[in-house]
């Protein structure tokens, strides 16, 4: 059975930084591609950021590019999002998901969800 398990999340000031961490189990992480989405509160899921499955090419959504990094380490079957300079709008619930074919930045691409992290980013 595939699990995803999100942590790392929290309450922050703007300008501050948080990493979150995906563990992933029940599955061959090395050949999935693993994503970041996030749901504001009263808004529809959001692309946050993709690395494919050898973290050779990675994406990310347009509000996030220059201050998030996403990362995985293969060794302990976790993906990351270093999340610098944080703003309030950034404040939401962030899933990891994993993917069974191409990188993508469309949800409807991912398999596999974890549960969430709440993020929230005071002003």
């Known amino acids: 059975q595939v699990q995803l398990v999100e942590s790392g999340g929290g309450l922050v000031q703007a300008g501050g930084s948080l990493r979150l961490s995906c563990v992933a189990s029940g599955l061959t992480f090395s050949i999935n591609p693993m994503g970041w989405f996030r749901r504001a509160p009263g808004k529809e899921r959001e692309f946050v950021a993709v690395?494919?499955?050898?973290?050779?090419?990675?994406y990310y959504g347009d509000s996030v590019k220059g201050r998030f990094t996403i990362s995985r380490d293969y060794a302990k079957n976790t993906v990351y999002l270093q999340m610098n300079t944080l703003k309030p709008e950034d404040t939401a619930v962030y899933f990891c998901?994993?993917?069974?074919?191409?990188?993508?930045?469309?949800?409807?691409?991912?398999?596999?969800w974890g549960q969430g992290t709440q993020v929230t980013v005071s002003s």
């Open positions: 998901a994993a993917g069974t074919r191409g990188i993508t930045s469309k949800d409807t691409g991912y398999d596999y």
């Open positions: 690395t494919s499955r050898r973290s050779d090419i990675t």
